[in-house]
């Protein structure tokens, strides 16, 4: 397959530990608001979304205690946890990583927030960075 499959950066996640204190410090230090807030079981996460621009921060948060961020918070601490790029075609661009070596969580596209349809790619095949494929 030839051409970009990326179109541009969605949104960068950042693990927290207390979302309320995250949304207000983005709030008072940078006059950022949430424009979305979401919470998504099938994760096991509550997230806030503030726009910058045409892209997002990603602000989440675990809700059960064996949820990945829960896991990633308890081993690593908040911070910068996955980056999720833009994609028009998410089935497309997740046969593209197989073709090329990478792996896969997600072995098919599936829902994610917004309505999007999002997969996820493996940090050990993607230079140690968590990946979100992201198709609105």
Known sequence: MSGLLLTE???????????EAAIAYYRDTF????????RVDSDGVE??????ADSYIQLLTPTTETSPVAKYLA????????????????AAALQSVKDHGGRTID?????????TTVAFVHPKGAFGTLIELVQE
């Not at 690593?76 to 980056?83: A, I, R, S």
């Not at 072995?107 to 309505?115: H, I, K, Q, W, Y």
């Open 9 to 19: 950066i969605d949104h960068v996640a950042i693990a927290v530990s207390d979302l």
């Open 31 to 38: 006059g950022a608001e949430v424009v979305h807030r979401e």
């Open 47 to 52: 997230e806030a979304l503030i726009k910058v």
């Open 75 to 90: 081993n690593k601490g908040e911070g910068l946890h996955h980056v999720g790029y833009r994609v028009a075609d998410c």
């Open 107 to 115: 072995e098919a596209p599936r829902p994610g927030s917004r309505g």
